[in-house]
């Protein structure tokens, strides 16, 4: 068989080809590639990925978890937005804790990284009260604020998953069983895609959340949220998931009362995971809420 050195032709085509393979476009024009890399802010190294153009979307997911968590909203939002995810501290590929930290301070150190001054901001549970601190400390760079599932004052206990740190100081895997079973907190079984997900993040970051995130201290106000979201001025959206803890959805209630114009939906069949639960519906509502006010 002929070598590809006597093939001159077969050297162009693949090099035409090359560039077609991480292009595509149902319209025609190139499908937006993502940029990810480390931003070194804080004595911490975060995570980024970036895609798309438009106005800047920041998406920060919750507690146990990493940014693969908005795997069904990423490519979609790029399609309207710059969408920024990344791993928070002590997630995914981000440095692990080491001392005393703030994640609005990483969140503000990330976007001067980038160079970015205005952001709609979209946070779920853990992600959320980072996003409505950060628009309490910072509400000269945000234009948005969606919090999913975020219980600012704190979870229910029935979040909780008694036997997790004992099951993981013989197997990862064990913790991970005992997580995947509160019927809050995961997809529920229907789910499968989501589910899958979820384990694997689950077993990806357990260690780290059961035995360092929670031995050190993070820096918030000291105020609980509840008491000072009255301040918020920006458009404001919550999405609950209707199977969230009776607690929570108490919970979003309220915030939506104390939030100045705050909009809220519930998104019937899922839990606290509404993202990865329902992520048409949950896409829909994101969209339309920001598509709103970029005609105002």
């Keep these: 068989m002929a070598q590809s050195g006597n093939r001159p032709w077969l050297k162009i085509w693949l090099l ?25 802010v804080n004595e911490t190294k975060l995570y980024y990925e970036v895609m798309g153009e438009g106005h800047p979307l920041v998406l920060l997911h919750g507690g146990g978890v990493d940014n693969r968590m908005w795997d069904d ?42 160079h970015v001054d205005k952001v709609y901001v979209l946070g779920l549970s853990r992600g959320g009260w ?29 979040y909780a998953s008694p036997g997790a740190r004992a099951a993981a100081r013989e197997d990862i895997s064990l913790a991970v069983d005992v997580f995947m079973e509160n019927p809050y907190l995961i997809p529920h079984k229907e789910y499968r895609a989501a589910r899958q997900r979820m384990r694997e993040m689950l077993a990806d970051n357990v260690m780290v959340s059961l035995f360092i995130y929670r031995n ?46 705050a909009k809220k939906v519930v998104i019937p069949g899922a839990a606290h995971y509404v993202p990865m639960e329902k992520p048409a519906e949950f896409n829909r509502i994101v969209l339309d809420f920001l598509s709103k006010l970029s005609e105002k």
């Design 216 to 261: 050190i201290h993070l820096q918030r106000p000291e105020r609980p949220a509840t008491q000072r979201i009255s301040a918020i001025r920006v458009p404001t959206l919550i999405i609950a998931g209707g199977q969230d803890h009776p607690e929570a959805l108490a919970n979003y209630n309220k915030e939506a009362a104390l939030i100045p114009g």
């Design 16 to 40: 035409l080809l090359i560039p077609l393979l991480f292009e595509t476009s149902s319209n025609g024009s190139p499908q937006n590639a993502v940029t990810a890399g480390i931003a070194e």
């Design 73 to 114: 909203q990423f490519k979609l939002f790029a399609q309207h937005h710059q969408v920024i995810r990344y791993d928070l501290r002590g997630s995914g590929k981000s440095g692990i804790p080491q001392k005393r930290w703030s994640h609005v301070e990483d969140l503000h150190s990330l976007l001067r990284f980038l």
């Design 130 to 158: 980072i996003s409505a601190d950060f628009t309490l400390a910072y509400p000269e760079m945000v234009d948005a604020l969606i919090l999913a599932s975020s219980n600012l004052d704190g979870p229910p206990a029935a």
